[in-house]
């Protein structure tokens, strides 16, 4: 903006001095005019004069990408490679920088292998059973069939158990009973016979017994000696049980009697808390049979739609699990999201960064244009989209560029307590010598208000 007022001054100066060298110094090259030619040119100095002048607002600014990002890692982490240099292009989706995550990288693999296996799967259900694959499934329905009958077995055998005990706990009870009631008539009778019996037996080889014992001719009563001894032990036994049967049973025979029902009550109760275990057994084993037939089905008749559909959706959860993982690898790594040049790399392999730190400047530095920095308030309000605008810069002080308005903010900025407007100005024909960052200047004509 100096430049253009310095310009403007030696002008003034030159025709300044070139009037007053024709007027004092060598009039006589001056034309010779009319008093009406005089008049004529007065009034078109008057005509050039009335129309008010245009005024200039200038303004700087600085020479930016039309497209252009700071770059930062969702993660932090240890810097483990730099993939670019500052002012490499790149394009979108180029890797530029990985940080250490092996925990990441290790689950992209993991489910990586996981839908490859899935997709595995697939294709071998679509291509139907081998022939050894179907006599697997034929030795699964024997081996389940044989455990069911198994099973069956087992069940059979506890119900079996509960029954053989039910029958010990009747016969115990029938004892006890029969002890508990006492002796009826008729086993008084038949025991006072025993004894009568044992007594005439006692009788009668006693008899024997004295006619042989004083016989001097007979050499031994040994015979004669045990008859009496057995006869005599028969007569006890009698009357032991006539005593019995005529008194009943004592307190020390029902309790035992008793113990016994107790006894077989508890062998019935842990036979019949089997019963449960073996019929779930039986169950289980069905159930592993019925699978196994439909296995069985499935693979002579080749994949149905609903194990497809199974197939299809192990592979999607496959896939999802892996863009999981990708997407997790992906927040420790910049990637280009756009083409652009790299402004600027501001970190170096081995550095811890954190979550958030800028790590990369990117831009389009094929497409730049400029952006004010203290446009004032009072001035942007005589500015619209579509303006023609003069743009100088630093580095080029002998070249004035054409531009256009593009864009005015429709919002303020603060700079040191002054208010001031971003305007987006387009410069068609940049020097291909300018670069990203370089200090613009601005001049705008406008019509004074």
């Known amino acids: 903006m100096k430049r253009v007022w310095i310009v403007l001054g030696l002008i003034v100066i030159l025709v300044a001095g070139g009037w007053a060298y024709l007027t004092y110094v060598n009039p006589s090259l001056l034309p010779q ?23 200039v607002i200038w303004a700087s600014g600085k020479l930016l990408p039309s497209v252009w990002a700071n770059l930062a890692p969702l993660q932090g982490g240890i810097v483990k490679t730099l993939h670019v ?24 693999e993991i489910s ?25 499934a034929e030795a ?31 016969i115990a009870r029938e004892q006890y009973d029969e002890l508990a009631a006492g002796p009826t008539e008729a086993e008084r009778a038949a025991a006072a016979a025993r004894v009568e019996v044992a007594q005439a037996a006692l009788d009668h080889a006693q008899a024997t017994y004295n006619a042989v014992r004083g016989d001097p001719t007979i050499g031994s009563t040994l015979l004669e000696s045990l008859q009496l ?37 508890s062998r019935v109760s842990v036979a019949e808390s089997q019963i449960p275990a073996a019929e779930a057994g039986v169950q289980s084993a069905q159930a592993a049979l019925a699978s196994a037939q ?38 420790s790594q910049i990637v280009a999201p756009f083409s652009g040049q790299v402004g600027a790399l501001l970190v170096r392999s081995g550095e811890l960064v954190t979550p958030g730190q800028v790590l990369v400047l ?36 002998d070249q004035i560029f054409d531009g256009i308005i593009t864009h005015i903010a429709p919002v303020s900025t603060s700079d040191r307590g002054s208010t001031n407007f971003t305007v987006h100005v387009e410069v068609p024909q940049l020097d291909g010598n300018l670069r990203w960052g370089m200090t613009a200047f601005v001049n705008i004509l406008v019509s004074p208000q």
């Open 140 to 170: 699964g329905v024997a081996t389940a069939e044989a455990q069911v009958s198994l099973a069956a077995g087992r069940l059979l055998e506890a119900q079996k158990s509960v029954e053989f005990y039910q029958v010990e706990v009747q």
């Open 362 to 397: 990117l831009g389009d530095t094929g497409s730049m244009h400029v952006e004010t920095t203290d446009l004032r308030e009072t001035d942007v309000v005589q500015l619209e989209s579509g303006q023609k605008v003069e743009v100088t810069f630093d580095s080029l002080p």
């Open 112 to 136: 990586a292998a996981t839908l490859a296996e899935a997709e595995a799967a697939h294709s071998s259900l679509l291509s139907g059973a081998s022939e050894a694959e179907v006599a697997a």
């Open 294 to 331: 439909a296995n069985l089905r499935r693979t002579r008749e080749g994949a149905s739609l609903e194990d497809i559909a199974v197939s299809l959706a192990r592979i999607g959860t496959a896939r999802a699990q892996l863009a999981s993982a990708q997407a997790h690898v992906g927040q």
């Open 85 to 108: 240099k500052e002012g490499d292009w790149v394009e979108p989706g180029e890797l530029l920088i990985q940080l250490e995550n092996p925990t990441a990288e290790s689950q992209v």
């Open 229 to 265: 001894e057995q006869a005599t032990k028969s007569l006890k036994a009698a009357q032991a049980e006539f005593a019995v049967a005529t008194q009943g049973a004592s307190e020390q025979r029902l309790a035992v009697a008793r113990s016994r029902i107790t006894e077989a009550l």
């Open 33 to 55: 005019t009319s008093e009406s030619s005089v008049d004529d040119a007065e009034a078109g100095s008057q005509e050039q004069e009335d129309p008010e002048l245009d005024s």
